[in-house]
């Protein structure tokens, strides 16, 4: 059983910056999803093992970096040039591949809050 653990979530004004951290040990692909109330859980970003591979949906594609640290066990998420339609819960995600990840992690954190106000 693989325990995801989120921090680093808050409340900011547009265009400010945050970075979402999570602990999880395994030799996991790794991704954020976020959900925003009303709607459904969005995929955001992924990373491979190896940290060579990114992923990104077009919404946060220039915003947002994803990495890792392994030696930690930490992936990380910066969010830059925050919008308030980037408010949402966001949620650290593993997985074997990159594509059992994106149809549906097998394994999921319990989510952080990210509020930005206009």
């Known amino acids: 059983q693989v325990q995801l653990v989120e921090s680093g979530g808050g409340m900011v004004q547009a265009g400010d910056s945050l970075r979402l951290s999570c602990t999880a040990s395994g030799r996991y692909v790794m991704g954020w999803f976020r959900q925003a109330p009303g709607k459904e859980r969005e995929y955001t970003a992924a990373?491979?093992?190896?940290?060579?591979?990114?992923y990104y949906a077009d919404s946060v594609k220039g915003r947002f970096t994803i990495s890792r640290d392994n030696a930690n066990n930490t992936v990380y998420l910066q969010m830059n040039s925050l919008k308030p339609e980037d408010t949402a819960v966001y949620y650290c995600?593993?997985?074997?591949?990159?594509?059992?990840?994106?149809?549906?992690?097998?394994?999921w954190g319990q989510g952080t809050q990210v509020t930005v106000s206009s």
């Open positions: 995600a593993a997985d074997r591949t990159v594509e059992s990840l994106r149809v549906g992690a097998a394994y």
């Open positions: 990373i491979n093992w190896s940290g060579n591979t990114r």
